[in-house]
């Protein structure tokens, strides 16, 4: 099994409605985090948390929200979606950085989002 | 904005040949890393290196960096059609010790068999 999993891998959904990307980790990380990609853009943060308690919002947080239900699970939910959130989403795992650990990103498969 | 950015956007070379991509950025980083991502797939990650660092190998990669340019580069010997991906630079934001990892647009590397 994988060690970070995302589901649904592939959602078309309509414009208004309420979708939740949710993400799983066998890591034992800590930390995680919600990326979104586009075309030529790369990858942009949308939201991180560093344990259960902390959400922190990134650079493109607006449209979206987050629950970090568990130390394993981390969910991204876009309340009202609208066609300029279709996008692949990736879902991602860290360690702390130092004490041994490099803090490298270990990233799920992605969830394709079609908003029409 | 994004930290880091690619050069060039996409680069396509023969199989055997070297690649070189470049990646500048703006802040002060604790660490950069690469990563490759096959087509619609999850990034992987492929090497990191520190900014006290100048060079790190890893198998055919070679990642160089200069603090004083707020530079990368990323060499890959002797490509592979299966070195086909794209490629992005990563770095921390220290101005929050860390804590966000950004990355740039990449580079979209074609091998031709």
């Known amino acids: 099994d994988a060690d970070v999993t995302q589901t649904p891998r592939n959602r078309i959904t309509k414009t208004g409605k309420r979708i939740m990307l949710e993400c799983s980790q066998t890591?034992?990380?800590?930390?995680m985090y919600w990326y979104r990609q586009d075309p030529g853009l790369g990858l942009r943060l949308i939201y991180y948390s560093f344990d259960v308690k902390d959400i922190n919002k990134g650079e493109i947080s607006d449209g979206y929200s987050v629950s970090r239900q568990a130390q394993a699970k981390f969910s991204l939910s876009l309340e009202s979606a609208i066609p300029n959130q279709t996008a692949l989403y990736f879902c991602?795992?860290?360690?702390?950085?130092?004490?041994?650990?490099?803090?490298?990103?270990?990233f799920g498969e992605g969830s394709r989002l079609t908003v029409l | 904005s994004q930290q880091g950015e690619e050069d060039p956007q996409a680069l396509s070379i023969q199989e055997g040949e070297n690649a070189t991509m470049n990646c500048s950025y703006k802040t002060s980083i604790n660490n950069l890393q690469w990563y490759r991502q096959n087509s619609g797939r999850g990034l992987v990650h492929l090497i990191l290196?520190?900014?006290?660092?100048r060079e790190k190998h890893s198998g055919r990669l070679r990642v160089t960096l200069d603090t004083s340019k707020k530079s990368s580069s990323l060499l890959i010997t002797a490509s592979r059609a299966a070195d086909t991906a794209s490629y992005f630079c990563a770095t921390d934001d220290s101005y929050t010790g860390g804590f966000k990892t950004i990355f740039g647009a990449g580079t979209r590397l074609f091998v031709k068999a």
């Open positions: 290196i520190r900014s006290n660092e």
């Open positions: 991602a795992t860290s360690d702390f950085p130092g004490q041994g650990a490099s803090g490298e990103l270990f």
């Open positions: 890591k034992g990380h800590d930390r």
